[in-house]
């Protein structure tokens, strides 16, 4: 099974720890896994993406345009501007929740979340949209967004791994203070979802 999968989003969101904790949950199982990342703009507000590549025969971290098997979207417009390299029947799972690029803001230009989750309803047939920030405000914590994103895409079925392959992650990534609050993270998607 390999999968190709484009992270993406804004710095602060976890967008890096989400990246890691699916390797992780890979390695796991011993799955090959290859990743990379742009971390010098992950301070609040810059773009961030990650390429994470799992399975057999990998020879670059870097996913080509059109081979994605999956788009994890931690902001609308990161996502959009990341559909090029999403395949012809790939799946993605987006936040709902925008967030003002720094570009727009410096440059004075407005921007809109909601037209950017209009053409994704448009243009992409496998489309999860989640309401992270209902879902934050629920559960208490504005942190487990990146947890809420992870176990939507497994509840897809794209991800390739299961909530207990994550939640295993879980407790070998992070520290122990944090494990129940990401466990209701995953398990408040898999109620809500179906």
């Not at 971390?39 to 990998?58: K, T, Y």
């Not at 788009?71 to 990341?82: A, K, N, Q």
Request: hydrophobic residues 45%.
């Amino acid at each position: 099974m390999n999968k190709n999968i484009v992270l993406c989003g804004v710095g602060g969101q976890g967008t890096v720890l989400a990246s890691k904790l699916i390797a992780a949950a890979a390695m796991a199982k011993n799955i090959p896994v290859m990743s990379a990342e742009t971390i010098g703009m992950a301070q609040r507000g810059g773009s961030v993406f990650s390429h994470l590549r799992m399975g057999e025969n990998l020879y670059s971290p870097m996913i080509a345009e059109h081979t994605a098997d999956l788009i994890l979207g931690f902001e609308p417009g990161e996502t959009v501007r990341m559909l090029p390299y999403l395949k012809e029947d790939g799946q993605v799972v987006v936040s709902s929740r925008a967030i003002m690029p720094v570009t727009a803001t410096l440059s004075g230009a407005s921007y809109c979340g909601e037209d950017m989750l209009t053409y994704l309803r448009k243009n992409i047939k496998n489309l999860l949209i989640v309401d992270t920030e209902k879902a934050c405000m629920e559960i208490g914590s504005p942190k487990v967004m990146n947890i809420l994103l992870l176990g939507a895409a497994v509840e897809s079925g794209a991800l390739g791994l299961d909530e207990e392959d994550l939640k295993n992650a879980i407790r070998s990534k992070l520290p122990e203070r944090f494990h129940e609050l990401n466990f209701t993270a995953l398990s408040y998607v898999k109620n809500h979802m179906n």
